[in-house]
């Protein structure tokens, strides 16, 4: 086969910030998934994880146009995709979906923490006292007709969400997906595959996260809770891998022109992140692990070792399956007469480094939020706060509602 | 002094006002989109004089190309594109198919830089490539903010005032006609030198072009070569399945050619 690439496909546009974006907002929509597990399927053993996932959705939403914005050519034009769309776009969509899912993460959390948020305003001084007032945005009822509004607010809000973020992340796997130049793209099944894996992320992100905080705090995990997350996470590996294959086993079958291309990437261009890190780090061990982490007769300790193995596994497989579709992808040249280069950057614009933190951000911005509103529930059966939990240490007085 | 209860009244105020909130920044974007609405209901009625009578068309003669690439230099000058840098509105490929149908490209420069090879292959040619300024252009379909769009006589164009630089395009044009201006930070590619051909005169590399093998012209004038040549020689565009409905036609296309 020659090896030409067009002239013009020297360099590869989408960088790793491009690559970001998926995995950030793909993370978003996962753990919003988890927390509705919650609050509208009535999933009781994750309620230990009710509020961090949804601040932890929170947190990464912040960031996840931060990639995109950095990569314009023209920043400040950047309010023109919601001030003049273009519909035909699939990239148009972005602001409007991108604000409407944030508006409605803000909503639910401010619903989901306003009794905390009115009592933490009630029992503190000073500037934390206005503070908390303002988070209250004035409404301080929290008798128990207003807690259940917002008890059913938040159900509503969480339903909505649900198709929301399947809606935010499925139509990042159509902005790919519809690229018609470029074979390992172009597919219906991008979508689906790119939610599945979604959802996959987010699990196995709150499973780690749950591991750190549990160790910061020096709480034992509770082991129901991360046997869900465990079961979770396998059948949503498994559905997510099983589209990713058919995928590539339909394209093989298929043969038809560019499929040397693709199996050419997969083989030789990229088969250290591809088959290496997506397929067996991110999909087969963790699909062989995740089982024995169920397994009775293991110890708990082991159980939860595999299972946070496999998380770890899992979130690196994902970042790798978001880098072998964004530049994998443009490795292909439209020539489909040979593979462009891609050059890794330590810190130069979308370098390794700048990219690191951009990921690190959600954590920051994470930690910084468990503070203000902390998340920390205790278990199915116990108490439905952790008593010991106040923001900025704050000294609680005994609530005068008391807990419902 | 805090009221004590919060009925369901106050909750539905209280949300409306969020609501309100939320609603307002898409709401700044109304004014624009009248205003873009305005522009396109004045491109609806009258055509405008520029592209009375005309659809412009591009035709390339395989047999007559002798991969020069004075075209290559010349566009990149008229239309500052930098000369050092990887990025071309229009190429030329060199193909060399040897005995056992091996197929050999190559475009070191975009075509400047052709050296000799010291093969002998059963067949050899060049192609010259730009903008197809395809009639179903995806690359104005995926463009997020409209920056990209088709005049009347036929030419797809990018506003570079309103080009966000997200390079979209770039990804769905399947000829790889577009590329990111290392300088401007805006999506270019060729324009068949729209600036010149609004004035009457030929796009740059088809002036330049020793042989005549770029041809350029008005399909809706018949006496135009283009016209002529479109109606009696057997013609091919690039990636017909692509369904892109290329406006450039090659004449003497091989099938090797993608």
């Not at chain 1, 907002?25 to 961090?52: C, D, N, Q």
């Not at chain 1, 079958?253 to 290496?276: A, C, F, H, Q």
């Not at chain 2, 475009?107 to 903008?131: A, H, T, Y």
Request: glycine letters at 8%.
């Amino acid at each position: 086969m020659p090896f030409y690439v067009f002239p013009n496909e020297i360099e590869v546009n989408w960088g790793l910030f491009i690559v970001l974006y998926p995995y950030i907002t793909g993370l978003v929509a996962g753990a919003f998934i988890v927390s509705s597990l919650y609050h509208v399927f009535g999933k009781s053993e994750l309620k230990p994880l009710s509020r961090l996932s949804l601040i932890t959705a929170l947190a990464f939403l912040f960031v996840a146009p931060m990639p995109l914005l950095a990569h314009l050519g023209q920043l400040f034009r950047a309010f023109n995709i919601m001030f003049t769309p273009h519909l035909t776009s699939a990239m148009a969509g972005f602001g409007f979906i991108y604000s409407f899912y944030l508006i409605l993460c803000l909503l639910e959390t401010w619903f989901i923490y306003r009794e905390d948020i009115v009592h933490y305003a009630s029992t503190s001084k000073g500037f934390t006292k206005v503070f908390y007032n303002i988070l209250s945005l004035g409404a301080k009822d929290i008798s128990p007709t207003a807690l259940n509004t917002d008890h059913k607010v938040v159900s509503i809000l969480a339903a909505i969400g649900i198709p929301s973020a399947c809606f935010l992340h499925g139509y990042v796997g159509f902005i790919f997906g519809s690229i018609k130049a470029n074979p390992w793209w172009s597919t219906p099944l991008m979508p689906v595959i790119f939610l599945l894996s979604a959802i996959v992320s987010g699990i196995a992100l709150l499973i780690l996260i749950y591991r750190v905080s549990s160790w910061l705090r020096r709480q034992e995990m509770d082991l129901p809770c991360l046997m869900s997350l465990n079961r979770y996470l396998w059948v949503f590996l498994l559905l997510a891998s099983v589209l990713e294959l058919l995928e590539v086993l339909h394209m093989g079958y298929e043969s038809k022109e560019e499929w040397d291309m693709v199996r050419g990437l997969l083989t030789n261009e990229i088969p250290v992140t591809y088959l290496g890190v997506q397929m067996g780090f991110g999909v087969l061990i963790p699909l062989v692990l995740l089982p024995f982490g169920r397994w009775r007769r293991l110890s708990a300790g082991i159980r939860q070792l595999l299972t946070i193995i496999s998380g770890a596994l899992v979130l690196i497989g994902v970042l790798a399956m978001r880098f072998n579709v964004v530049i994998g992808g443009q490795l292909i040249s439209k020539s489909l007469a040979g593979y462009a280069q891609f050059h890794w950057r330590l810190f130069s614009n979308e370098g390794i480094i700048p990219s690191l933190f951009i990921l690190s951000l959600p954590l920051l911005i994470l930690s910084a939020m468990v503070r203000v509103l902390p998340p920390w529930m205790g278990g199915a059966e116990g108490p439905k706060k952790d008593s010991m939990v106040t923001p900025f240490n704050i000294k609680l007085q005994p609530k005068a509602s008391g807990n419902k | 002094m805090v009221k004590e209860t919060f009925t369901r009244r106050d909750f539905v105020i209280s949300a409306t006002k969020v609501l309100a909130v939320g609603i307002l920044a898409p709401a700044g974007a109304l004014p624009a989109a009248r205003r873009i609405s305005a522009l396109e209901t004045a491109q609806q009625t009258p055509v405008p004089q520029l592209w009375r009578g005309k659809e412009w068309s591009f035709l390339i003669d395989i047999e007559k190309c002798i991969g020069c690439a004075n075209c290559v230099g010349a566009c990149k000058k008229e239309n500052g594109v930098p000369l050092d840098q990887e990025v071309y509105r229009t190429w030329v490929e060199r193909y060399l198919v040897d005995s056992n149908e091996k197929v050999r490209v190559d475009s070191p420069g975009g075509g400047l830089n052709f050296r000799q090879l010291d093969i002998k292959p059963e067949k050899q040619f060049f192609v010259p490539k730009l903008c197809n300024q395809c009639h179903n252009a995806p690359c104005i379909q995926v463009c997020p903010v409209g920056a990209t769009y088709k005049t009347g006589d036929g030419v797809v164009l990018v506003d570079r005032k309103r080009c966000i630089g997200c390079r979209y395009c770039i990804q769905a044009c399947p000829y790889g006609a577009r590329f990111l201006h290392p300088i401007l930070k805006v999506a270019d590619k060729c324009t068949w030198c729209y600036h010149r051909i609004s004035k009457g005169m030929l796009p740059v590399c088809v002036q330049v072009c020793p042989t005549g093998a770029r041809k350029f012209g008005n399909l809706k004038d018949p006496d135009s070569e283009v016209a002529t040549l479109k109606k009696k020689a057997r013609t091919r565009v690039l990636k017909p399945d692509m369904g892109t409905k290329p406006n450039l036609y090659y004449l003497g296309l091989d099938e090797v050619v993608k």
